[in-house]
């Protein structure tokens, strides 16, 4: 089957940088959309940044001109530099992807990281 795991998480001081990494495995007959989502405690999960797969990128507003997000369809990775973090962006960070399987489109599904925890002191 498919699996997606995160890198990259950890605990960073306000104003610093992180950068998450997402590889995908397993039976992959193409990967459509990326993205990353994040949870933070008492709270739903929320859209940070997803990218196509020609490189179209959409970014939270809260998250933009901070965040950046890119992939590598040949290693089917995905990234997220996080750059100037604060406070508010501690939550644990997934990483998403819609893959098929096969040729049929049928076949496509979303899968998810397990997650990494992100923690921003002030």
């Known amino acids: 089957q498919v699996q997606l795991v995160e890198s990259g998480g950890g605990l960073v001081q306000a104003g610093g940088s992180l950068r998450l990494s997402c590889a995908a495995s397993g039976t992959i007959f193409s990967i459509s959309a990326m993205g990353w989502y994040r949870q933070a405690p008492g709270q739903q999960r929320e859209l940070v940044a997803t990218i196509s797969s020609i490189g179209s990128t959409n970014y939270a507003d809260s998250v933009k001109g901070r965040f950046t997000i890119s992939r590598d369809n040949a290693k089917n990775t995905v990234d997220l530099q996080m750059n100037t973090l604060k406070p508010e962006d501690t939550a644990v960070y997934y990483c998403?992807?819609?893959?098929?399987?096969?040729?049929?489109?049928?076949?496509?599904?979303?899968?998810w990281g397990q997650g990494t925890q992100v923690t921003v002191s002030s």
């Open positions: 998403n992807a819609d893959i098929s399987t096969t040729w049929n489109r049928r076949s496509r599904s979303a899968y």
